[in-house]
């Protein structure tokens, strides 16, 4: 059995220092690994607009050890809340649109803000799912030891949050239906090279759930992907 879908933009972070591997990286060249290595879990780009199973909001970037709260937030506490104002619209063409994916006021980020202190590097943990990880029973101390010592690093990530295309379509409701999130340390190669290394390490486990966090060894870079040509749905208005 397969599954079709649709990307769409989400959240981009650029982490506390310039970055220009990904400052210059457009949305076309994250996804574009992506689609290659998805094809091993028989996930296929949608046909059309009004096809389609999934719609997969990708968000990517780099933690910061000053971490931003506010842009943290909106993925950790609001993950699955954030993206229950999908607005749809038909196009010239008669092709419906995704206009706009969440809709946050700044009295919520303004509370976001002031909880930061007390959160710390639980924020980057949760983001990258960590969390689970770090609160599982019976964790040595070693085993936590090396888990903050990785989230005290920067880290290039890439999280997929997909959800039922169809029941939008119908209804504008969401319903989450996975979440890979998957990471690597940043120091030693830039975001160009990551975002092949981390679709490729990510490939066996698009779709599923994971209990623990799973490590996967393979080589930076590029490698060899063939794909067809890529369709986004829309992307994310400020």
Request: no cysteine; aromatic share 12%.
């Amino acid at each position: 059995a397969y599954e079709t879908y649709h990307f769409m933009e989400g959240k981009r972070f650029g982490g506390s220092v310039k970055d220009g591997s990904l400052d210059d990286m457009d949305f076309q060249g994250v996804v574009s690994p992506l689609a290659g290595f998805m094809k091993a879990r028989n996930y296929f780009q949608a046909s059309s607009q009004t096809e389609g199973d999934l719609l997969i909001i990708v968000h990517y970037g780099v933690t910061s050890t000053e971490v931003d709260m506010e842009e943290f937030f909106l993925i950790g506490d609001f993950a699955d809340d954030a993206y229950g104002d999908v607005t749809l619209s038909e196009n010239e063409d008669g092709q419906t649109e995704v206009n706009q994916v969440y809709d946050l006021g700044m009295e919520d980020i303004k509370d976001m803000n002031r909880r930061a202190d007390a959160i710390g590097t639980g924020a980057v943990a949760k983001l990258l799912g960590f969390q689970k990880a770090l609160n599982k029973r019976n964790l040595l101390e070693s085993e936590e030891f090396d888990l903050r010592a990785e989230l005290e690093d920067e880290r290039y990530f890439i999280i997929l949050m997909a959800y039922d295309w169809q029941k939008i379509l119908k209804g504008n409701e969401k319903q989450l239906m996975w979440t890979t999130r998957f990471s690597l340390n940043s120091i030693g190669t830039n975001f160009d090279a990551a975002r092949f290394t981390l679709s490729r390490a990510a490939m066996g486990y698009f779709g599923t759930d994971l209990e623990n966090l799973t490590k996967e060894n393979t080589f930076h870079g590029e490698g060899k992907i063939e794909h067809g040509e890529l369709e986004i749905v829309g992307e994310e208005t400020e």
